[in-house]
């Protein structure tokens, strides 16, 4: 109970007693005290109220420290979370290097089971094989507000090294500096803005084990140079990008002649390289919708180190739609065109291997939606038509032909950075070709 | 050999014309807190509260964002039904500050206040940001009408969307407090 109120109830009984003294009736004034013993009783009873009006003071007093101490407690409280939030948040000089720097990744796991469905072209080409296809560490650092750095350690079919299958690439590695709010400036290693799988290829971003023949073969997915270039946005949702970096360096003759997946030197003591330029526009203003057009020119694109000159142009456009409710549509067109020879003694013709026109197509709807009951994440089924030129790899006739393919398949999503797959292919070509993959395809992925 | 002269040129020219039209170097805040808190208030802003955090709250919030908040308690600001908070989370490298304004368990607003990540930037928009506007919960912690992404800015995307869930669940622990 209050202190205040005790004390109080006590004063208060007192005083009633002393009121009731003084009422005291005419007609029993015979056995009221004398005078001296009334001043004595009022003596004590003064005493007593002096005494109760001490102890009050003192309550109050003991009140008002209380108060203190609590608005004390509470400071230090707060001078405590503060300290706590400050020291898991990197206060210290070394936990302030932390929260600039970044760490992330992505790994594909695969299976193939493939047969080649044109045992009697070129031998057997049946895949049954299962890869750690890509490991990737990312890692990035703010050096200030204005100035990152970023990059992509990727570690290609597990092992690498001399006469392994695999090997170790540095597939970005750029320093990033805002010019104002909508443009940035960017320099070094860089994934050419390209397609869709190109600039976004973390597994769980797209349907199917292996990313499409189509940004496979035509644009050549992972495709990165050296250069520097202009990112940024021209009005809300129309964002371009422009580059000026090392170009293709393609094969003129062997089974890879103007394969332009052979021409990428991967900015590894890439020698006899011309420059190139890319340029994409792409509209994101509509949630659930990308649509986008990347245009690229090189002067040589068989590189500056033969006899030949031969200008390239690759152009691109897709569209990439996921609707609220559900269903997906990824289209993409892409084609090279490699023109004539213009070196001063003209030697060359990219028509004598069917390469003048490269092109390729893919559609792809899909339809994702969130498994009911107690299975976890998104299931999602997908079909998808590719059609690209490739080279046919028969010996003696080396050519392109053009191939196609249906994969049907679906992706479950577990978590939405972990993507588990399954699909089934079904190759076709139009000519004569070493191999036709027909089978299903298994694989997991992730992201971090 | 690389052209090296012709590359000087292209460079000289790519990067001549922003730098011209640029006025200084920008560090994407677009509104700061303070700016966004005053405004949603109409200039009168009430005095901050704060959340503690709790082990209910923190369990929930874990939920949501898939590790904890790495603070002891949030500030807020609440009047008239409606609480407004400023919260963060990672897309992919940087976090991205968000200031969202709850109406009667309701967004009301949602509004990125500072970018940091390399893309994804167009999360920022209202194209995008609106489709946040009068979704509540349901389930506990998921909100009751679904977000259209943006190609190439899914993590971004994802982002946002976790913290328009945080808000709504943090202003209802926020209103059993004051109850």
Known sequence: MDGNYIIFKQFNRYVTNIMLMIMVPVSTMAEVPSSEEMWKIIQQQQKVIEELKAKLEQTEHKVVATETRVEETAKEVEAAAEAMEQSGTGASTAASWADKTTVGGYGELHYNSLNDDNNLTGGNDDLDQVDLHRFVLFFGHEFNESLRFFSELEVEHALAGESQPGEVELEQAWLEMDLTNHHRARAGLEILPIGIINPTHEPNTFYGVERNKVETEIIPTTWWEAGFGLIGEIAPGWNYDLIAHSGLAIPTTGSSAFRPRSGRLKVANANDQDIAFTGRIRYTATPGLEIGVAGQYQRDVTGAADLFAIPATLFEGHIDWKHVSGFGLRALYARWDFDDDNSP????????????????????????????????????????????????????????EEFSRWVLGMNWWPHQNVALKFDFQNEDADGPVDAIFDGVNLGIGYQF | MFNIIILSRFSLIIFLLPIISASAFANEIYQTPEDFIEEVFAGHPPDSNKLWITKDIKQSIRNILEHDLGVLRLRYWSKDGRSAWILEEIGKERPITTGIVVNQGHIEIVRILIFRETR?????????????????????????????????????????????????LLHEYAKKGKD
Do not use: C, M
């Open chain 1, 345 to 400: 003694v003209p030697g060359l013709d990219p028509e004598n291997v069917n390469a003048d026109t490269l092109d390729g197509w893919y559609v792809e709807p899909a339809y994702r939606f969130e498994i009911p009951g107690r299975v976890p994440g998104d299931l999602g089924v997908f079909a998808r038509y590719e059609n690209w030129d490739e080279r046919n790899q028969i010996t003696g006739a080396h050519r392109f």
């Open chain 2, 120 to 168: 994804g930037w167009e999360v920022r928009y209202p194209f995008f940001t609106d489709q946040f506007n009068d979704a509540g919960l349901v389930n506990e912690d998921k909100l009751d009408k679904s977000i259209d992404g943006i190609s190439g800015a899914t993590l971004s995307v994802n982002a946002v969307t976790k913290l328009a869930r945080l808000a709504l």
